[in-house]
Every structure is written in C-alpha cells, then in structure tokens.
C-alpha cells in the first residue's frame, strides 16, 4: 500500500480544511510526493475545540469500565490493520519495515496499558480531625487535551497522548507531523470505529505554529501535551503558561553512553549501535556521546565498527534494509554540517561521513557514520545530532565519565555499561537523566515512565505516572 491523501477529523468527520489547502506528503526515500495532507484553518480549530468541549462531557460521564473496553477494542483494531500502517508508515517516515511493525504493535500495547490505568485513578479518603466530617480527594480529568506529537515515531508518540488523554477521561485534538500523517489517521479511525464519541477525539494538520496558538490560548483547552525540540517546547511552554494551562514536555536529548572498562564489550557494542542506527538516528533517547573507558577503547572501536559497517541503508520498504533514510533533506544538510565541523575541530572519520545519492530524488540518505578523537567544542558533541552519527571519545576515570555526561543541559536518557554493581550504582545516582538503563536498552515500554529534566522537559508518558498530567485532584470535605 502506499500512501494516500490524509484528511482532518473534527466532530466525527473526515474533512477537507475550509479553503482546500494541502500539503505535500513526500517519501524521504525517493524524494517524490506520495500524496498530501489536508491543511486547517483557523475555522476548523474553533468547530474541532467546539466538538472537543461537548466530546469531553460525553467521555468524561462514560464510567472508566465502559471507557477501558472501548479503547480494548481500539487496540485490537489498531493489531488488525497493523499491515497496512505500517507499510503507509515506513512511505511517509522511511523506517524500515520491520521497526514500522514494531513501532504499531507497541502502540497497541500501550493504548491497553492505559485504558486499565484508567479503571484504577483512585482517589482516597482521608481521616478527619472533626469526627463529624469526611474528607474525600478524588481524581477528575482535567478537560480537552491538544495532543502535539513529531514525525520520528508518528504512532507511538501520539498514541502515548491520545491513549493517556483518552483513559484519564478528556477529550483529545491530535496534532502529529504533517511529514507522516498517514499512520495516525488510522489510529484515530481506530479509536472512532471503536466507539469513541464524535468529538472525544479529533485530528488536525497544518501550519504548526498558528495550530499550537490557538488551541493553547483557547480557554476550552484546559491542558497540553508536547513531544519535539527543546526550542519549540521552551515558546509551547511559555504559551501555556501565559494561560495558566499545564503542560506535559518530552523534548530533545544527547544520551550519554558509557562503557566501563569492565563492560561486556561486545554486548555494548552490538546493543549501542543498534540503538545509534535505529531510525536512522532519529530517536530522542538514542545514545549520542560514546564514552568509552581508555582500557577497552580500541576493542570497542573494533567492535562497535564492525556491527555499523553491517548496516544496509536503503529503502525501508525493502525487508533486507536494517536503516532507511533521515526524513527531509535538512535533516542530511544538518548531518553534513556537523561530520564537517567535527573534522575542522580534529575529528577524524572512521567510517561513513557523507550523503548516499543526491540528496534528493535518490532520497534523503546519510551513510552510518563513525568519528574518533571528537573535542568537547565540536558542534556534535553540544547538539543534538538527531542522526546517525557516532562520536566516540575515551576517559580515564569514572569522575571523568560522570562530568562529561552531566556537562550539557539535557537529561532525557543516560547508558551505562559496567559488570560492577557499585559502579552502576554510582554512576546511576550521579548522572543527570530521567532514564538511566544499564547493561540494556530499556526504554519506551508502556508500563515504565519516560520523561526529562533539565533542558529534556518535565513530566512523564508511560507507567503508573502517564495518566497524571490529564487529571485534576479534586478535595470535597463534608460535614454530617
């Protein structure tokens, strides 16, 4: 199947924007356009915040039993046609085939996940000091939700949203990227053929910057949740906090990864560059700085050289393609940019380093690459490379390791690779992260919490806590 003209869905519709306008759909592994997206305009937003509010009180009066079969049954449906989304999904985005199968079957698990967390927002009571009076905390849903989701995992990140959103009680307006909106207009007929409410759940695409404004300055939308850069979540933020709306921010990181001289070096090798290449690097949570302990530097190197160079870039559509290609062509401009400025600051290139092809209709490829002898000041080792780049430098010490991991703002995810339960122990306490994973890579299952600190945002998806930024703590006290 390949990818098809995507609409909105407000009020229980498909429908075109109010003008006709629509953007170009383009697969990233050939550069053609594939299809296009319907664009909205400032009169949509106000019909689908409109549907949101009424949405919101059907689904918030549906009991959480009721709600958590519904979403059941959405899950299922989302299994049934994982084929067929996946297969939309890898044309629009470029991942392998099999990392799209992947991608939609945990969805799945998360969107079940959620709808039995759900059935368990318990409130309490709590014992009065007036015999006389009762004192009950409940958990209510906070209201509509603007759900802001990216292009790098378009189902999984929106339906940590949608699902949350769903479970807790609100009504929800989905805005995912419109350079892959295929695979979650599925997710949303899923949720509709499910029996979702006619407005409890709505889908928009168009221009991100007016969509963002007017749902979080419209008083109807009570809450927001953002998954995307540090840059654009620090003016979300903001906005929202000019309105008093709280907000949920996943944003970027650049993972530490360290390997201790007493690793399993060939399990760190062969994990971490799989984590590195998988979607092309595209992964907030891939491990972007290598630091590897001098005594097992080189060994590592081999290793570490020797599963990259396996590495089949191609067509994500082909099931022989381990890594397709990064999603636009700024995306390979920003690549070329940083291996170039790596090597001005002493870098030298081990393997990979350029574009495959021309950049554009042979698609937006970028070849695996490997750097050594990488300088602190090296743009790559300060910004998110989003790519698959792999600087690799050596250290002495664990103090060492643990300054060069907490030197950056970010502190979305860490990796750590010892065989010393007083070093994990160690370095999981002092490095700066939300997720510190060791020995593994742990990291995006529904029933554990994922979120930042620092520069990574603040609040979690996942786990007991995913449903806590769409609730509202509510205290009726009682006297008899």
């Not at 090296?378 to 050596?394: D, S």
């Amino acid at each position: 199947m390949i990818a098809r003209d995507c609409q909105l869905f407000i009020g229980g519709r498909w429908i075109d924007g109010a003008l006709g306008k629509k953007l170009p759909i383009v697969n990233p592994a050939t550069g053609m356009t594939i299809g296009q997206v319907a664009k909205a305009e400032t009169s949509d937003l106000a019909i689908a915040v409109e549907s949101a509010e009424s949405g919101f009180y059907e689904w918030k009066n549906t009991s959480a039993h009721d709600r958590c079969a519904i979403m059941y049954r959405a899950a299922a449906l989302i299994r049934d046609r994982k084929k067929d989304m996946a297969e939309i999904l890898t044309a629009e985005q470029g991942k392998p085939i099999s990392e799209s199968l992947t991608e939609i079957s945990t969805s799945a698990d998360h969107v079940e996940w959620l709808a039995e967390e759900g059935r368990r927002t318990y409130g309490r009571i709590v014992p009065s000091r007036n015999c006389e009076v009762r004192q009950m905390v409940m958990k209510e849903p906070v209201g509509p939700v603007a759900a802001f989701s990216p292009w790098n995992f378009p189902v999984s990140q929106m339906i940590r949203k949608v699902a949350g959103a769903l479970a807790a009680g609100c009504s929800v307006i989905a805005k995912p990227a419109e350079e892959a909106p295929g695979a979650p207009a599925m997710v949303i007929r899923a949720f509709h053929d499910a029996g979702v409410p006619a407005g409890a759940v709505g889908l928009v695409f168009g221009d991100p910057a007016m969509i963002s404004e007017y749902l979080i300055s419209h008083p109807v939308i009570r809450s927001l949740s953002f998954t995307g850069s540090t840059e654009v979540g620090r003016h979300l933020s903001a906005t929202a906090g000019r309105y008093l709306k709280r907000s949920t921010m996943e944003l970027g990181g650049h993972a530490p990864a360290i390997v201790m001289g007493d690793a399993d070096v060939e399990l760190a090798a062969v994990l971490l560059a799989r984590a590195k290449f998988r979607n092309s690097g595209q992964v907030c949570v891939a491990p972007s700085r290598f630091l590897i302990h001098e005594s097992v530097y080189n060994a590592f190197l081999e290793a570490f050289l020797r599963h990259t160079e396996k590495i089949v870039v191609g067509n994500g559509a082909d099931a022989r393609t381990t890594m397709g290609p990064l999603t636009n062509k700024k995306r390979v401009l920003a690549q070329i940019r940083l291996v170039e400025d790596a090597v001005v600051h002493g870098a030298s290139i081990l393997t990979g380093g350029f574009p495959l092809g021309n950049g554009e209709s042979d698609g937006f490829f970028f070849m695996p690459t490997v750097l050594i002898n990488v300088s602190n000041k090296a743009a790559i080792m300060n910004e998110e490379p989003f790519g698959p780049i792999a600087p690799i430098i050596k250290f002495k010490s664990v103090e060492e390791a643990i300054v060069e991991a907490n030197r950056l703002p970010y502190g979305l995810a860490a990796y750590v690779y010892t065989t010393s339960l007083a070093t994990a122990y160690r370095i999981s306490q002092s490095v700066e992260a939300g997720t510190v994973s060791i020995n593994h890579h742990g990291t995006g299952l529904p029933e554990i919490p994922l979120g930042g600190i620092k520069d990574s945002g603040y609040g979690v998806e996942g786990g007991a806590e995913a449903l806590e930024a769409f609730l509202i703590t509510k205290l009726i006290t009682q006297k008899h």
